[in-house]
Structures are given as structure tokens and as C-alpha cells.
């Protein structure tokens, strides 16, 4: 079975304080995609990024970045530079390949809420 | 504009009422799903929708029904719910054929759900 674990419940930065928000992920599959979504007080969930499990490259995007490590089974997501903006609960998700026709099913983690105070 | 609207986006019912949320996608996908998040637990899935026809159920109680008509619209009636039953409801839908698959799910904004 698949499972996500988001150790961290609430995290509370100081604007333009780099934060990193922890996801470490259980599967017996070798094919897999990993999420982060960003939920912030609307409530809809905006997608953030898909990571393969083939696809051990770091990724950066603006003041986003994301460090896969498949040894560690770690998918952990920072911002750098935090703004009141990135105020929001963050999920990270796992997908395990479907077989047998059914459905890709997302497992989410607990999800952070992260705090930034001006 | 995310692609998957949900209405209403409040909805404040009485145990005996009933009522239904409505989701609707317009990205061409063909799996929808119903998820429901409370207050400090994860996200859990309710139901799956593949090209129309229910592929899951995760044990969820007889009070919510889901349907879905077509590939673009899913459904949740509810009727006679309990406090408990309070959550956010959310939609969501996915490419689960074809060159897509595994990108992840689109999600609705939710509909904030109070039973009284």
C-alpha cells in the first residue's frame, strides 16, 4: 500500500526566511509520480508540480524548488524568500502506476500549514 | 478559472434536508472523483467515476449517493446527514487514458458543507 508522510503539521516563517516543507513517501512500485499541491484559504487545490519516479533531477521554479531523492524516499519541497502569499496548507500526493485498467489514485499526505508573517 | 467548477461553494443543511453538490469539468477528462476533507484528518477519497461508470467506493455511508451522467458532470446527493458529515467536498478529475495519465488530478474550489 501506498502511503505519504508529512511530518511536519504547522510550520510559522518570518517573510523572506527560506522554508522547506518535508514528504517522505512508502511504495512497492518502481513506476510512480509524485505531487505538491498548495491549497491556500479559497480551498480549491492548485497543482504545483508531477515528479516520475524515473526522474531524479531537482527541479526549480521562480523561488520554488524540489529535491527527490529516491534513496531516502524523500520529495521535499522549499521556498525560498517566503512571501505572505505562500500563507496555504501544502500536500504532497503519491500515484502509483494503475493496473489492470483501474484509475490513477492520488494518496496525500496530512498536509503542512504553512504560516508567513510580515 | 481551474477547469472543474463545483456549486454551491456553501451550503448549510438541516439533518432531514436534502440536497446536492454539483461538479463539472471541462477538460475533457474521463475520471472524476469525490474527495472530503475535514478539519485535521487527510484527505480521503469517496468515490472514483471512470468514463461514467462508479470504479470505487471507499465504504462511504448510503446517505451520500454519487452520480454521474457523463463524463463532464458528477453528482453528490445527500440526505439525512449528520453533524459529523461537515466537511469540505471536493471535486476532482484526471486523464486516465492515453498519453496523460499520471498528471495528476485538477481539483474544484469545494463546496464548504455545514450539517445542522
Known amino acids: 500500500a501506498q502511503k505519504v508522510t508529512q511530518a511536519q503539521t504547522e510550520i510559522s516563517v518570518v517573510e523572506k526566511e527560506d522554508v522547506t516543507l518535508d514528504c517522505v513517501y512508502e511504495t512497492r512500485d518502481t513506476t510512480y509520480y509524485l505531487f505538491w499541491y498548495k491549497q491556500p484559504p479559497s480551498g480549491e487545490l492548485v497543482f504545483l508540480i508531477r515528479r516520475n519516479s524515473f526522474d531524479e533531477q531537482n527541479e526549480i521554479s521562480g523561488r520554488y524548488s524540489w529535491n527527490f531523492q529516491k534513496s531516502t524516499s524523500s520529495f521535499n519541497f522549499t521556498i525560498t524568500a517566503s512571501q505572505v502569499v505562500d500563507s496555504a496548507v501544502y500536500f504532497c500526493?503519491?500515484?502509483?502506476?494503475?493496473?489492470?485498467?483501474?484509475?490513477?489514485?492520488?494518496?496525500f499526505g496530512k498536509g503542512t500549514l504553512l504560516t508567513v508573517n510580515p | 478559472e481551474t477547469g472543474v467548477t463545483q456549486t454551491p461553494r456553501h451550503l448549510v443543511m438541516g439533518m432531514t434536508n436534502k440536497k446536492s453538490l454539483k461538479c463539472e469539468q471541462h477538460l475533457g477528462h474521463n475520471a472524476m472523483y469525490w474527495y472530503k476533507q475535514s478539519a485535521k484528518k487527510p484527505l480521503e477519497l469517496m468515490f472514483v467515476y471512470n468514463f461514467k461508470e462508479q470504479t470505487e467506493n471507499n465504504s462511504v455511508p448510503s446517505r451520500f449517493s454519487p452520480e454521474c451522467p457523463n463524463s463532464s458532470h458528477l453528482f453528490l446527493h445527500l440526505h439525512t446527514l449528520q453533524p459529523e458529515d461537515s466537511a469540505l467536498y471536493l471535486c476532482?478529475?484526471?486523464?486516465?487514458?492515453?498519453?496523460?495519465?499520471?498528471?495528476?488530478?485538477?481539483f474544484g474550489s469545494g463546496t464548504r458543507l455545514t450539517v445542522v
Open positions: 500526493a503519491l500515484s502509483e502506476a494503475p493496473s489492470g485498467g483501474s484509475n490513477y489514485k492520488l494518496t
Open positions: 476532482a478529475s484526471s486523464q486516465s487514458t492515453g498519453g496523460m495519465v499520471g498528471y495528476g488530478y485538477t
